[in-house]
Each structure stands twice: as C-alpha cells, then as structure tokens.
C-alpha cells in the first residue's frame, strides 16, 4: 500500500500530464500525496539539465508556481500537501522523498536523447537512480 506519494513538478507542460497520470492511480484514503516544485539555484541552473525549464522560457515568480499547487491540490481527491524549496532540483526531490519516506515519487520527463541528453543531463535519471523508492517517470505525449 502506497502511504506517502511525492509528486515533483517544475511548472512545465509536462506537469500537466504528471498530474493526469496521479489522477488515474488509485490511492487508499489514507494515502497523503505530496506536491513539490524546486526552485533551482543560480549554480545548479549552470548545468540546464534536460528536465528543467531553458534559459528561453524564464522559471515561473514563486507566487505562480504556489497558484499552481494550490489549483492542482484543491482539484485533486487526494489528501495532499504542498512543498516548495531552493536548490538542485534532483538532490532536493531525492531529500524530500527521504523526509516523507514516500513509496512512490511521480516524475516528469522532457524525452530527450543522444546527445542533447548526454549534454544537458536529467533530473528523472538521476531521481531513478538514487531514490530509495520506486519512481514512475511520466513520458510527453508522442503527437
């Protein structure tokens, strides 16, 4: 039985079908989802990992993304809880997840590969890799 769920969301489109996807999971009443936004800082920006927004489109003012988990949280038939923290954004899903003890760390991913993944680097690998949980990466709609 799943307990606690984190839910790691970066203001992105993917977003969107990271929150369809917990929608469709089935959960016991007394599951408590936990909704997280990282915002990365200026060193950890350095790197523009695949999963993260690109210098192109700005990271959305703090005041948005907490709207944001508030309208998902209010829409969603889980008990859930927000969290919004500062830093690399893989280190601080992967200490969240810690805190919590969650069983389960719902994630998006941005697609890319070759060599624009070797370059830019992923969030949800590296979530994959050093959770001490499961992880279900949620992948953007092929058109």
Known sequence: ??????????GSEIAERV??????LVFS?????????????P?????????????ESPTLPYFQIE????SYKENLSVNCELEMVTGDPADEIIRLA????TDLILIGSRGLTGM??????????????????????VKPSKN
């Open 67 to 70: 709207k944001q988990l508030q």
């Open 19 to 24: 929150i369809q996807t917990l929608n469709d």
């Open 98 to 101: 810690n805190i919590y003890k």
């Open 1 to 10: 039985m799943l307990k606690n769920v984190l839910v790691a969301l970066d």
């Open 116 to 137: 624009k993944r070797i370059v830019l680097g992923s969030v949800s690998s590296q979530v994959v890799e050093e959770a001490n949980c499961s992880v279900l990466v």
């Open 29 to 41: 009443p007394d599951t408590k989802v936990i909704l997280c936004h990282v915002f990365p800082t």
């Open 43 to 55: 060193e950890s920006e350095m790197e523009l990992p695949a999963d993260r927004p690109h210098p």
